[in-house]
């Protein structure tokens, strides 16, 4: 398993702008956090909050 340096960091605008313009181009959740370099619960748990939808696939 990868180590995340960022474990805790608070969010960003630009990531958190980032995560939902990935998020509706239909990208996976695996895809989207290697792209934020955040841990899979760490995204599924943010859009959770943002109401952002995440496609199922991995």
């Known amino acids: 398993m990868a180590e995340f340096v960022r ?4 969010w960003t605008g630009d990531e958190l702008a980032k ?5 509706e181009k239909g990208m996976a959740l695996r ?3 290697k792209a ?9 748990d ?3 909050q943002d109401g952002i939808k995440i496609a199922k696939l991995h």
């Open 36 to 44: 934020l370099t955040r841990s899979e619960e760490s995204v599924k």
């Open 31 to 33: 895809a989207i956090a």
């Open 7 to 10: 474990h805790k960091q608070p």
């Open 19 to 23: 995560l939902r313009r990935l998020a």
């Open 46 to 48: 943010r859009a959770k």
